[in-house]
């Protein structure tokens, strides 16, 4: 099989039953698989997954266990030799999915690509980033972030100095949708589940490239994401009272105390030697 997508539901039914449809409406030309993974969201999925699709693998979670522990159990589950990751809020576009497909094949030392994503009227998302330095959610939640030199960071951050019209390497991309090489994960690793949500994606692009394989961002390759930041619904420090917002600070403070440890077990070792 070519490709599994996997798709991991929390409360989103109808986005859910929307995204599916459309891998039908685009009729694909590959082999794939479609597995769900349900966050025992209670919202009647599974139902209307066995109405409408009956050819899609269902797998429903005892509890909420988070989205990178989720798709790793789709992951398990999967036969393709591709594995397309894409949230409830993606609509895929006729092409898209084999324009994807077919950089990797052309591309052996690319682990993941993943599409432009475009709102529904259009216009491009930013969806590739630079990696982050410790105070980059500093300034992106306070007003620090208005400071000049705080602003070219974010500016940095963000590839602002490039307009996003043409393939290129990157050092991570959204999560939102994305498409990864089998052997790869093989070799890296699924993702990290200490992540319950946020930062799993950017975690997991560095590894790749630490293992010296390539993320890519292919702009002729257009999905359309629905997109809710949820963490961002507050914004500013008046956001710690969100809970998706105390999740993704949490989630900050793993990733970058995972790799703050890594780089002091590396220097003791250097010094070891």
Same mark, same amino acid.
């Given at each position: ?46 139902? &209307? ?19 990178? #522990? ?59 980033? #630079?990696?982050?330095?410790? &105070? ?25 100095? /490039? ?17 990864? @090489? ?8 699924? &993702?990290?589940?200490?992540?319950? *949500? ?5 975690? /997991?692009? @560095?590894?790749? /490239? ?26 500013? *420090? ?18 970058? &105390? ?16």
């Amino acid at each position: 099989m070519d490709i599994s997508v996997i798709i991991v539901n929390y409360r989103t039914p109808g986005l859910l039953k929307q995204c599916i449809r459309g891998f039908d409406l685009v009729h694909i030309k590959l082999s794939y698989e479609i597995i769900v993974i349900d966050n025992n969201s209670g919202d009647g999925s599974k139902d &209307m997954i066995a109405e409408h699709f009956p050819n899609v693998t269902y797998i429903s979670s005892p509890s909420n266990v988070g989205l990178a #522990k989720a798709i790793n159990a789709g992951i398990k589950k999967s036969q393709g030799d591709f594995i397309l990751i894409v949230n409830p809020d993606i609509a895929v576009l006729d092409g898209a999915v084999e324009k994807l497909y077919n950089f990797l094949q052309e591309n052996p030392k690319a682990a993941l690509v993943a599409p432009r994503l475009v709102n529904p009227d259009g216009t491009t998302q930013l969806s590739c980033y #630079k990696f982050p330095s410790r &105070m980059v959610p500093v300034y992106r939640r306070t007003p620090l972030g208005r400071l000049p030199w705080a602003r070219n960071s974010l500016q940095e951050y963000l590839m602002l100095d /490039w307009d996003h019209n043409n393939n290129r390497t990157v050092d991570w991309v959204l999560g939102a949708s994305m498409l990864i @090489r089998k052997s790869a994960i093989d070799q890296v690793g699924l &993702m990290d589940e200490r992540f319950f *949500l946020y930062f799993e994606d950017v975690d /997991w692009c @560095r590894r790749f /490239w630490e293992q010296q394989w390539e993320v890519h961002y292919i702009a002729d390759a257009k999905m359309v994401h629905y997109h809710q930041r949820l963490s961002a619904e507050s914004p500013g *420090l008046s956001g710690i009272f969100s809970k998706a917002t105390r999740i993704h600070i949490l989630s900050g403070i793993k990733y970058f &105390m995972k790799y703050f440890d890594q780089r002091k077990k590396k220097e003791a070792a250097q010094d070891a030697t």
